[in-house]
């Protein structure tokens, strides 16, 4: 016993061991990127890593989707910086970020996404652009912030309703009980401290990010901070989706609503997945109904289908995300 004792222990001392000298490669392969601002002792002293470039008024401010660090502008950002200023950002626990205080809601990341524009020097108007559950988060800070919000555009955003308006099945199958969900992320924190998980080859790399892309993703994504801050964002749904739920309108205010339209490729899927009720509420209830009433949040609200992309519009059709930026800041007065 003591033999297999010893032996397991060896085991995951020469994985963590592994695991550090790996994340120290990493670290000196991808330099950050961007700028750390401490927030102060009201946010935890956490200090955000924040991400501006071009000049030019409004400025546009991008919120990332869950699980996306702020390098997923990567294709987006540059473009935007060629006509006004633009910032990307990491919130707590993402990307060169440290931990912020939980539970990760919409309404804490409105405020720290406030504090930290603050303390950058990045003055307002802002035009937010929200990438999925993103879209909770910039809707919030317009109800926290008004009169700082000077248009906004919805990257296939997340909608209050959408758990509710799934069958079953796909209800079942996108939102775990909670225990499962503090199982697997304490299983998950565990594969990563002990080195397991940079093992494992993880799924198929997308054609649209090459291979340096890709490690820089992952890189970042294989840290026990990351882990915790997107499970609690997902834990927190319910609560993140009641705030927007109460966060009003967009009163005249220009936006787009930027919609996938193109199915995920079922191979791309979780096994037992069910792609077929999926399809149904992708066509039938995202498109024609729930990103329909985003875009009727504000009287000047429009709804563009992405035909040739899924959800990961910020990497297959960026450009459409920069169309729309273009619009909505010069419908709110954008100067160079």
Not at 284 to 311: C, F, K, M, T
Request: charged share 20%; net charge neutral; proline share 7%.
């Amino acid at each position: 016993f003591f033999c297999v004792f010893g032996l397991v222990v060896l085991l995951a001392a020469a994985g963590a061991a592994y695991n550090t000298i790996e994340q120290h490669q990493d670290a000196r392969r991808f330099p950050q990127q961007g700028k750390s601002v401490s927030l102060g002792p009201e946010f935890g002293n956490a200090a955000l890593n924040i991400d501006c470039s071009g000049q030019g008024s409004p400025s546009v401010v991008l919120e990332s989707g869950g699980g996306v660090p702020a390098i997923g502008w990567k294709f987006v950002q540059p473009q935007i910086a060629g006509f006004t200023r633009v910032c990307s950002y990491d919130r707590a626990g993402y990307g060169w970020s440290t931990p912020g205080p939980m539970p990760r809601t919409s309404e804490q990341i409105a405020r720290e996404l406030h504090a930290l524009l603050a303390a950058a020097g990045e003055k307002p108007p802002y035009i937010l652009v929200g990438h999925s559950l993103g879209g909770f988060n910039i809707r919030v800070f317009n109800k926290d912030y008004a009169g700082e919000v000077a248009g906004m555009v919805l990257v296939d955003a997340s909608h209050e309703d959408q758990v509710s308006r799934m069958p079953p099945s796909l209800a079942a199958s996108a939102k775990p009980s909670a225990a499962a969900a503090r199982t697997q992320l304490i299983l998950t924190r565990l594969l990563i401290d002990f080195g397991i998980a940079r093992l494992s080859s993880g799924p198929p790399r997308p054609a649209y990010l090459t291979q340096d892309f890709a490690d820089e993703l992952r890189y970042l994504q294989l840290q026990g901070k990351f882990i915790s801050a997107i499970g609690s964002e997902l834990a927190s749904f319910d609560t993140s989706a009641d705030q927007t739920r109460a966060s009003g309108t967009l009163g005249n205010k220009p936006l787009i609503v930027l919609t996938a339209g193109k199915v995920p490729d079922v191979k791309t899927l979780p096994p037992n997945f069910p792609a077929k009720d999926f399809a149904d509420f992708q066509t039938n209830v995202w498109q024609n109904d729930l990103q329909v009433r985003e875009a009727h949040l504000s009287g000047r609200g429009r709804q563009i289908i992405v035909p040739d992309s899924d959800h990961m519009i910020p990497f297959e059709r960026p450009d459409t995300i920069v169309s729309a930026v273009r619009e909505v800041w010069s419908a709110a007065g954008g100067k160079q």
